[in-house]
């Protein structure tokens, strides 16, 4: 069994903002990887993904894109290189393909086993982020026992599908961007569309992005905005220079439909929501570009620019065999997931009780969680936030325990 000061687990972009933060306090610790650095980077991700956000906006504690497109958007590949030169800057001590299979708390801290040993660690920090499973709704199990079932983490490229339709469920970045794709190649496409997030690409000559941080907009902190705030679906955008909002994909083709609200004997039934949802969307859209006007100390003459999404309402239910559909795709987000942890701090859900990544527990910490204090926890760019505050909080908890 080896000792050590701090146990962070998972080498994300998350866990390895921790680990710098911790090698500049001079905190001794190892980072437990179950796979290869990045690893959710490397294997769950679709062929001709790119990031959502800019690659500026990559900025992790010590570290900045020194590429020469800082306004372009890497893809998957590419930010795991971006991860391992982080990982070399300073030489971050990653311990990988070791899975941790109990947390759970003794005298002094935590035990920290593992499929290659175990560690004793006054403090452990969970950087295993919000994506660790797929969120399927229950109505899954009722869809024909022949029809292909995916995530969008397990989606690849169409060529991997079996023939036919596809039905997308969930009009959040990846949906959409799944959505277009399919429907490029030439495939049939259906998107149930449910709450969804609205962003133009580029707004008064600048990435929206570059906006949303100058405005402050993700620098928002939890406290400051109403709980639904909290769990806003990711932007209907890409990175690969096309529109993918709504009205984009019903001019390519794709067929839009409401909230997927019911599986029936071989047919699907879908909400009649798509104009209220997509009146709702535009509505937050507005209130944004207005903020950014705000700050232009301009009129709302480029806003006006911004069409309305105007959709029909789409079908009401379909038939899938006989649409041809061979495929579904759960584009329904992911929820984090901690079957090792044996220690009560989860709520209900399953969800980590924390306050800006401090549980109750004494030396339990987590990093890289949806909104965990800046709105800006939702992509990389806010781990950096995060990092640093953990820790502060860890490395003053330690010294205060030295003196004591």
């Known amino acids: 069994m080896s000792s050590i000061h701090t146990v962070v687990i998972g080498a994300g972009h998350a866990g390895l903002a921790v680990s710098r933060c911790l090698t500049d306090r001079g905190v001794e610790h190892v980072v437990i990887e179950r796979g290869r650095l990045a690893e959710r980077w490397r294997s769950a991700r679709w062929e001709s993904f790119r990031m959502l956000t800019p690659n500026w906006l990559s900025r992790l504690p010590g570290w900045v894109y020194r590429g020469g497109a800082p306004d372009g958007f890497m893809t998957a590949g590419e930010f795991v290189r971006h991860m391992e030169g982080y990982a070399a800057s300073f030489a971050a001590p990653v311990l990988d393909q070791t899975t941790v299979t109990e947390v759970r708390a003794v005298a002094g801290g935590y035990l920290v086993r593992t499929d290659r040993g175990c560690w004793t660690a006054a ?3 969970i950087a295993t ?16 026992v022949g029809l292909a079932q995916l995530t969008s983490a397990a989606y690849r490229e169409p060529a991997g599908l079996p023939a036919g339709g596809v039905l997308v469920v969930g009009a959040s970045a990846s949906g959409v961007q799944i959505a277009d794709e399919l429907r490029r190649a030439g495939r049939e496409v259906t998107l149930a569309v449910g709450r969804h997030t609205r962003l133009p690409r580029r707004y008064r000559g600048r990435d929206i ?10 620098d928002r902190t939890a406290d400051e905005l109403p709980e639904r705030a909290h769990a806003e679906p990711s932007p209907q955008l890409s990175g690969a220079g096309r529109a993918v909002d709504l009205a984009a994909l019903a001019r390519r083709g794709v067929t839009l439909a409401g909230r997927l609200a019911a599986v029936e004997r071989g047919r699907v039934r879908f909400a009649d929501d798509l104009p209220a949802t997509t009146a709702a969307a535009d509505a937050r859209l507005r209130r944004v570009l207005t903020t ?3 700050y232009a100390g301009a009129g709302a003459g480029a806003a006006a620019m911004i069409r309305p999404a105007t959709v029909t309402p789409g079908p009401r239910g379909l038939d899938l065999e006989r649409a041809g559909i061979g495929t579904v795709i759960w584009a329904t987000g992911f929820r984090p997931s901690y079957p090792w942890l044996n220690v009560p701090v989860l709520d209900g859900a399953g969800l980590l009780r924390h306050r800006r990544g401090v549980t109750a527990a004494p030396g339990l910490y987590a990093i890289g969680l949806r909104f965990q204090h800046r709105r800006s926890a939702t992509y990389v760019d806010g781990a950096r936030h995060d990092a640093a505050f953990l820790a502060d909080h860890l490395a003053a908890h330690h010294l205060a325990c030295r003196r004591a």
């Open 129 to 144: 982020g919000y994506h660790a499973r797929a969120r399927v709704p229950g109505c899954a199990a009722a869809l024909p």
């Open 123 to 125: 403090n452990v920090v």
């Open 209 to 218: 992005f570059w906006w949303l941080d100058r405005v402050g907009s993700l």
């Open 292 to 294: 950014i006007d705000g």
